[in-house]
């Protein structure tokens, strides 16, 4: 209960290919999901942020889709670059009512861009 | 950068060794937390300090001790550590009370126990 998932745990694609990682959920009561990146030795940097009633927003090359009922999130990575290489986290807060900031992280996805 | 710095980069510390890490926030958030990362699992929340009072995980072992003096600084007073608290520790802070609010994340500090 209240844990995030995330597959595949690693990723090598070619740069220029797209590629989508997946995120599922049974955190409750939900509030928010988020994608982070995290490069190596590094702190994670917000991606995207999706509440209950949003199902997809993008930020440049990187779209997140969001299906609450089914608990499933996505992301995708369009036209990928040497530079995505780095580890893609979900995030999904539960709303209490004395801690609007109880994040449960998934364990990432390692993609690996290769020219 | 997050708005959140954290120094130092990297620790190789002994296991009698008494050291400290320090994170600071330029943001205005009220909140702020300690999280340790092991390689290939997720984030685990150690501390977190809310509008200057500490809630704490109590799995963390005692010889983890937090200091929050004020809502920009928060420190993390490590004591006689074991080889497998080697990990990255990394600090956040977020205006918790904001609905959705985000967290922002320090750099980090690589702590290696010998």
């Known amino acids: 209960k209240n844990q995030v998932e995330q597959s595949p745990q690693s990723l090598i694609i070619l740069e220029g290919k797209n590629c989508t990682l997946q995120?599922?959920?049974?955190?409750?009561?939900?509030?928010?999901l988020r994608w982070y990146k995290q490069d190596t030795g590094r702190g994670p940097v917000s991606l995207t942020i999706?509440?209950?009633?949003?199902n997809t927003k993008s930020n440049g090359r990187y779209t997140a889709t969001l299906d609450a009922d089914t608990k499933q999130s996505s992301l995708h990575i369009t036209a990928s670059q040497l530079s995505d290489s780095a580890s893609y986290i979900c995030v999904v807060g539960r709303t209490l009512p004395y801690n609007n900031n109880d994040m449960r992280f998934g364990a990432g996805t390692r993609l690996t861009v290769k020219p | 950068e997050t708005g959140v710095t954290q120094t130092p980069r990297h620790l190789v510390m002994g296991m009698t060794n008494k050291k400290s890490l320090k994170c600071e926030q330029h943001l205005g958030h009220n909140a702020m937390y300690w999280y340790k990362q092991s390689a290939k699992k997720p984030l685990e929340l150690m501390f977190v300090?809310?509008?200057?009072?500490?809630?704490e995980n109590n799995s963390v072992p005692s010889r983890f001790s937090p200091e929050c003096p004020n809502s920009s600084h928060l420190f993390l007073h490590l004591h006689t550590l074991q080889p497998e608290d080697s990990a990255l520790y990394l600090c956040?802070?977020?205006?918790?009370?904001?609905?959705?609010?985000?967290?922002?994340f320090g750099q980090g500090t690589r702590l290696t126990v010998v």
């Open positions: 956040a802070s977020s205006q918790e009370k904001r609905v959705n609010t985000e967290a922002f």
């Open positions: 300090y809310s509008l200057e009072e500490r809630v």
């Open positions: 995120c599922n959920y049974t955190v409750s009561p939900f509030s928010n």
């Open positions: 999706m509440t209950f009633s949003e």
